[in-house]
């Protein structure tokens, strides 16, 4: 359940490709997003909601406007800045889950502590195991990607990004890979662990039936905020 606290603010942002030629990839945004909220970003290919999600997941700097996550200001950072930022609050689900093929599966949940701190150490392990089995992979701790379903691959990818209590989860078509009942399963991980956790999902997806199933849809076109749709009201950005 999203609280009142506001974890992500886009003030007017605008982010320009090229030089010569140039892209306006995203035209003066301005969005908010509370903490605890299951928000899905559709829109057509090209429409910039790649763009949106590289500058939520601070992989890419606004050429004008503020972006802040958790009331820091992403403009201010430096490259380190950003990565520690990325470490802290940040975890990310995509298309194709990425897992390292000679990890088992407990060992690609635990890539984020031995990235934070150089070691896993126990709390570490006991956190990942909990999140394996909270996935249905109670039993598949030893087993490498290989040996996994695709289904089964995106559950432990899903608890990779939530491992060390990440904040936001980042999903990029999360559900794009997998057939249709893979796909509803995954997505209701997703929905359960923002629901028992409150972790803040944003989710990339051209699958409106998914989208549809969200608490917040928001679609972008050229650059722009099209529509903005909670169950409570309907907003339309002039």
Do not use: W
């Not at 004008?64 to 490259?79: F, W, Y």
């Not at 028992?196 to 076109?221: C, P, W, Y």
């Amino acid at each position: 359940m999203a609280s009142d606290e506001t974890l992500i603010r886009f003030s007017s942002v605008s982010k320009i490709y090229g030089t010569e030629v140039q892209v306006h990839a995203l035209k003066e945004v301005s969005l908010e997003f509370k903490r605890g909220e299951f928000v899905a970003i559709t829109g057509p290919s090209g429409s910039g909601k790649s763009t949106l999600l590289n500058l939520l997941g601070a992989l890419d700097r606004p050429t004008s406007g503020t972006l802040e996550i958790g009331g820091v200001r992403l403009n201010d950072l430096d490259a380190d800045g950003l990565s520690r930022l990325r470490r802290i609050h940040l975890g990310f689900i995509f298309q194709f889950h990425h897992l390292l093929p000679d990890f088992t599966a407990l060992e690609n949940v635990l890539v984020p502590s031995r990235i934070c701190v150089g070691v896993a150490k126990p709390p570490d392990i006991s956190e990942a195991k909990a999140l394996l089995e909270r996935v249905g992979l109670g039993s598949k701790f030893d087993s490498k990607p290989a040996q996994l379903s695709g289904g089964q691959q995106q559950r432990v990818a899903i608890a990779r990004a939530l491992a060390r209590k990440r904040s936001i989860v980042l999903a990029d078509e999360p559900t794009g890979n997998l057939d249709s009942v893979s796909g509803n399963e995954v997505f209701e991980l997703m929905k359960e662990f923002n629901r028992s956790e409150g972790t803040t999902f944003l989710i990339v997806t051209h699958d409106q039936n998914l989208a549809r199933k969200t608490r917040r849809m928001i679609t972008v076109v050229d650059g722009k905020i099209a529509t903005d749709v909670t169950p409570e009201k309907s907003v339309e950005p002039a």
